[in-house]
């Protein structure tokens, strides 16, 4: 009824009817069948991140919403409902403490924060990865098997990477980046979003070959894997490409040991052969004075002094393009602080990075352990994928924005919640099986 009324009520173009028609058939598409209304959300997600600022909606001078805000609330409510009806499983649902705890430091931020606004739209993002990864470890208990959402994540990959490609063929990608003219960065913001993305729809694409018996769809799989490379090798995001290699070391460490040798061969040769990657390579070891390497560290050392200033309470969580405007003014360049941890003690002082550590701590445990107690083969897999993934996405996030990304972080968490949730099925029924 809300979408209705101000489909209704307000004036607006034909782009903006067209987002309320969308948003009131996944509404609809949810309250009718959960599975497939978050199957619609993961879909479309990535499809419109570049182009939410098209779409805006502006209820007061310092108040907007873009496409991708108006559709993570009504995710948000949606997930709400749904929740609120199976509020009795998330008694049983892991890691629940820490992220009650984050949750927590976030909101008690508020009170504290130098641009409330900021700080309210960022803990609506951190809180709907919360109800993504919610909804879908409940949906997978209840279905005991892979979800759909694992699904909708490859599919969704589709229009992003047809852009991509467009955009290699026409090099109309981003520039602006050392010795770059073109990065690839599909229906995103930036590359490097582009780039983490990539990797996560990689891993299940990897996972799915393995898994699969039909020799013509290995190959299918096989031919949108080197899709998938080609694309990668093209954001030149490093981070995102040592991510990429971090996952596949643990991967074939377990898996493969003579594949993980020929990719370790084949990075080799593209480090010699290919003078773009291998200046991009160098950069980081032998960085000139212009190198985003060099200006990282110096932006680190800008936020961390910044955080000196109020290392107990921080400026209040989402706040840091605000903080970094207020030290150093509106045309000091990249506003990001680019180092998910640093964010965190920036924005929450002390406290808030002490928990977000034993965050971090506790979903690497609850999946290792996961991993060494799981029977069934085939979830086995799928948790030390899981497993190889989050580590490869942490360490991105030590130079990247990973946490600002709602893409990155939906995605990741549905796929974090499919596996505990069958690691929780299968060991029930080991203990079952074992009275």
Known sequence: ????????????????????????????????????????????????????????????????????????????????????????????????????????????????????????????????VFLVFSSIYIIVKKEKKISVALYAIIFSSLVPFLFATYQLITRSGLGGSEGVESRLFGTFSHSNSFASFVVIVFSLSLYLIFQEKNQWLKWLLGAFIAWEMLILEQTYARGAWLALLIFLFIVMLKKSPKILLAIILMSTALFFFSETIHDRVEDIYNPPADSSVRWRFAQWGKMYGAYLKKPLTGYGFGTETVVHEREFGFNAGNQYTHNDPLRLALETGIFGFLIYCVYIYSIFIRLAISYMKEKNPLFKDFNLFTLALFIAILSYSLTNNTLHETVTQWTLWAIIGTTLALSSLSQNKFKDSSR
């Open 1 to 128: 009824m809300v979408i209705l009324i101000m489909g209704i009520f307000l004036s607006q173009p034909l782009l903006m009817s067209l987002v309320f028609l969308a948003g009131l058939i996944i509404a609809l598409t949810f309250l009718h069948n959960v599975k497939w209304g978050i199957f619609l959300i993961l879909l479309i997600r990535p499809s419109i991140d570049k182009f939410s600022e098209q779409v805006t909606i502006n209820l007061g001078r310092n108040l907007h919403f873009n496409a991708a805000a108006i559709f993570g609330i009504l995710v948000v409510f949606l997930l709400f409902i749904f929740l609120f009806k199976h509020r009795k499983k998330m008694s049983e649902m892991p890691l629940k403490k820490p992220w009650f705890l984050l949750l927590l430091v976030v909101i008690i931020s508020i009170f504290i924060s130098i641009e409330k606004i900021s700080s309210i739209y960022e803990i609506i993002k951190l809180l709907s």
